[in-house]
């Protein structure tokens, strides 16, 4: 079908992080190219034109604190895009202005050529969201959830059934059955989450902490779900302190510190041969231990 | 110990300052709750210190037993059916630390005294150390010191236990029907006490109330109140048993409270139910409707119906609202209806529906929605990113409340008739009804999205934050004074019309209900498509 965008996802897709054996299962599979079908549909002619995400000029402050100072930055369609940076530097903040759950002070966030915060119809449309430290309706059972969800989308009802099946399964929440989603773990609260942001095959995902508190077997899942969402030519933009997820998945990195973008570019740009936890530590400006202190531990 | 429990009150008075700080609102709400709380305290002191006055019974046995009664009672009740509890000190954050657990009810204990009601409560008791002094001299008024000091103890102590106790029940699966029925009986039980005080208004002569007073002196609700007065008529033996009977009960409380702490201590960490495995019949859309709203279509609409209305059950918050409710739904207008065959114009014409109790009713069924997004919390954040239109949002919040409310209604509106032995009745009181409810849905919807605010994340239903509880009970309160004035053409239709033609309020009370409630869900709703990012803002907890 349309899936392969001229010039767009597969040459930046980084071949070799699907590990051969965790090969995913039919249900998986199917799935994926299902999302990768609806990601792919239409994207011929806006693949290159228009970026998955801009940002212009975003601002943010919280009383006497800025925690975004002006952030500029383009999240090209198609990219696996990292969004680096220690505590506190703005991260979920620029997240939630992305996506309308917070108003910048100043500033545009345009998704796929659709303004957020003046044209949000069509602009969460293409959306698919985990935002991170907030709750669910974490009262319903996963399945009820994922129903909501999708039928809140405005999806056909047999569509979600078919979707939200596929998606316990794959995710392996369907054993958890009629168990509300409150008494989920950290790891199947981050999946479920994951799932409800799939559900619409959305054909931008902004995900702030994916792999937070999830056990290795669910985060090679998640990359690997992650990662075939890419090549079908969808776009996700991540927000994540953990170095080496970065660069095992991402095709673009943005470094940020105090509410401004430090370094952006692919990784390659970014490393420039480094390490790209030294290239974080000196870009961030963190301080180094001496070995003096706390020499009563 | 002491130094200990001093920490907590430092404690409690930084959270104090620091909820304050730079925010007007919160500062405005809390000069409010201080200005009721003065008020409350004068006017309480001075009927108190009128037991120095004089020496017949009406001043120095009835003011302050019922008085004393009344205030406990107070502590009981408000916090249970209305406010809620400010618990800034979530037994939850000091689950890490090594404390023994009688320092930590004692630090809580002392951190719940540091409070505006606490302190209203402690200056308007004081008026009976005044009163005493007055009539026994320094040593009368040092033990009715010590006996209204104790009585504070004995006031938060209640309020403390018994709200976190039923915070247990209800979070726990197993027991939360109990909880239930055993709320909806203390929540009854209001009624037996406004029949006793509407008695007690009826029949004017003193004397018929020193009785029960004598008796309610010698219960914890009434006991510490007296003991200055025994002092100063010589009564020495009785006031050391009053005081004894207090400290008694203080201790059991304590001691109540300690056990339910280590449940609470768990808090919103251990709100994990089983595992409920086992496949279930239908798609995953079919299980999110319940089953006998199945019919609604498969929509954003017929899905959000469906949530609020498994919500209303499943939430632990929103369940203790709803059966508080129910309880004082049913027992307000029966009584009212009572009192008015029992009492008052009776035998003289047919007598009219309980108009007052059906205002109250009607209007304190819709200010459950008055902070209907804080429930949701920072979960609302999923309707921002879907873009959940304001209109659909609204009216299907309202819906999924009255799938429960209306039924409670209808069933008051049969009892009323029937205790009234005026069929007319049931359809001019379920009319009123209707159209009180109605204007209430109208005032609070407009109220819960301008004038949201975060729960606290506790395992507590009843918990709420420091200063909130004013501002939660004033928003409230107009809510409802306007949601009756709203009616009042419905209200004033429905005490006159009488006879054959009563059977007309019904569908004009509810045809008025249904169109003023849709006109406030239309004003609401452009409201929140426009601040629905600043409404997620006010219902998410900070951290």
């Known amino acids: 079908m349309l899936g392969a965008a001229p010039g767009a996802a597969p040459s930046r897709m980084i071949v070799g992080q ?42 943010k402050r919280f009383d006497a604190k800025l925690a975004v100072a002006g952030i500029d930055l383009e999240v090209p369609a198609g990219s696996f895009f990292g969004l680096l940076g220690p505590n506190g530097a703005g991260k979920t903040t620029t997240l939630s202005m992305s996506v309308g759950l917070l108003r910048p002070d100043a500033g545009r966030a345009v998704v796929l050529g659709h303004d957020v915060w003046s044209d949000p119809v069509e602009a969460k449309r293409r959306l698919g969201v985990l935002p991170d430290g907030v709750r669910l309706f974490d009262r319903l059972s996963g399945a009820e959830l994922l129903a909501y969800t999708g039928l809140l989308r405005g999806m056909d009802p047999a569509v979600v059934d078919r979707r939200a099946r596929e998606l316990l399964d794959v995710l392996a929440l369907g054993d958890a059955g009629r168990t509300l989603v409150i008494d989920y773990s950290a790891g199947m609260r981050k999946k479920i989450g994951l799932a409800c942001a799939l559900l619409h095959a959305p054909r931008l995902l902004v995900l702030d902490e994916p792999f937070e508190a999830v056990d290795p077997v669910s985060g090679s899942l998640i990359r690997d779900i992650l990662a075939r969402y890419v090549s079908g030519g969808g776009t996700v933009v991540f927000a994540s302190h953990v170095m080496e997820v970065v660069e095992r998945l991402c095709s673009h990195v943005a470094i940020l510190a105090e509410g401004a973008i430090k370094t952006v570019g692919t990784l390659d740009q970014v490393r420039g041969g480094r390490d790209l936890e030294d290239v974080f530590v000196e870009v961030v400006g963190g301080r180094t231990a001496t070995g003096q202190e706390l020499s009563w531990l | 110990m002491a130094l200990t429990l001093g920490l907590f009150a430092r404690l409690k008075l930084r959270f104090l300052a620091n909820s304050l700080r730079g925010k007007g609102w919160r500062i405005a709400g809390f000069v409010m709750g201080c200005v009721a709380g003065g008020w409350f305290a004068v006017v309480g002191g001075i009927v108190f210190a009128l037991t120095g006055v004089d020496r017949g019974p009406a001043f120095t046995l009835l003011i302050p037993a019922f008085g004393g009664a009344t205030v406990v009672l107070g502590w009981l009740f408000i916090p249970l ?68 000091g104790l009585a504070l103890v004995l006031c938060v102590a209640l309020s403390r236990s018994l709200t976190s106790a039923f915070a247990s029940l209800l979070r726990a699966r197993r027991t939360r029907d109990l909880a239930a029925v055993v709320l909806a009986l203390l929540a009854a039980l209001l009624g037996p006490l406004q029949i006793g ?59 109540w409270w300690s056990r339910t702490l280590p449940s609470a201590m768990l808090g919103a960490a251990s709100g994990s139910g089983p595992v409920r495995s086992g496949r279930v019949a239908g798609g995953p859309t079919a299980q999110l409707y319940p089953r006998i709203i199945g019919w609604l279509p498969r929509t954003a609409y017929g899905a959000l119906i469906a949530r609020e209305a498994r919500y209303w059950w499943r939430d632990a918050r929103r369940r203790a609202n709803l059966i508080t409710l129910t309880a004082i739904g049913v027992f307000l207008p029966v009584l009212g209806t009572l009192g008015a065959t029992s009492f008052g114009s009776a035998g003289t014409r047919s007598p009219g529906p309980p108009t007052f109790a059906i205002a109250l009713v009607g209007s304190l069924a819709a200010v459950m929605l008055a902070n209907q997004f804080g429930f949701d919390g920072s979960a609302y954040a999923s309707h921002v990113i879907v873009g959940v239109p304001g209109r659909l949002e609204l009216r299907a919040r309202a819906v999924g409340y009255s799938l429960y409310v209306v039924p409670i209604l209808v069933v008051i509106a049969v009892i009323v008739g029937v205790l009234s032995r005026h069929p007319g009745q049931l359809a001019v009181t379920l009319g009123a009804l209707l159209a009180v409810y109605g204007t209430g849905l109208a005032v609070n919807v407009i109220v819960s999205v301008l004038a949201a605010y975060s729960l606290p994340e506790t395992s507590n239903p009843f918990a709420v934050k420091t200063g909130t509880g004013m501002t939660k009970s004033l928003f409230a309160l107009v809510a409802m004074v306007g949601a009756v004035l709203a009616a009042l053409p419905v209200l004033i239709g429905a005490a006159l019309l009488t006879g054959a033609w009563s059977w007309v309020m019904l569908p004009i009370g509810a045809a008025y209900g249904a169109v003023l409630a849709a006109l406030g869900i239309e004003i609401a709703a452009d409201r929140l498509d426009r601040r629905a990012p600043e409404l997620l803002a006010a219902v998410s907890p900070e951290r």
């Open chain 1, 18 to 59: 699907v590990q051969p054996s965790t090969r995913p299962p039919v249900a998986l599979r199917n799935l994926l190219s299902d999302l990768a079908d609806r990601v792919g549909y239409g994207q011929v002619v806006t693949a290159e034109a228009v970026p998955a995400l801009a940002l212009r000029g975003l601002v």
């Open chain 2, 197 to 255: 005080i509407v008695t007690a208004l009826q029949s004017t002569g003193v004397d018929r109330l020193v009785r029960p007073a004598q008796v309610l002196g010698w219960t914890p609700l009434a006991a510490p109140y007296l003991v200055g007065m025994d002092v100063a008529e010589g009564r020495w033996l009785a006031a050391a048993g009053r005081l004894v009977l207090t400290a008694v009960a203080v201790v059991l409380l304590l001691w």
């Open chain 2, 81 to 148: 059916v209305w406010a809620g509890v400010d618990e800034t000190l979530d037994p939850a954050r000091f689950a890490l630390l090594p404390l023994p657990r009688r320092t930590l009810i004692g630090g809580l204990l002392v951190a719940a005294l540091l409070g505006v009601p606490a302190l209203a409560t402690l200056v308007a008791t004081a008026g009976l150390v005044v009163g005493a002094a007055a009539r026994g001299g320094v040593v009368a008024a040092v033990v009715q010191l010590g006996g209204s």
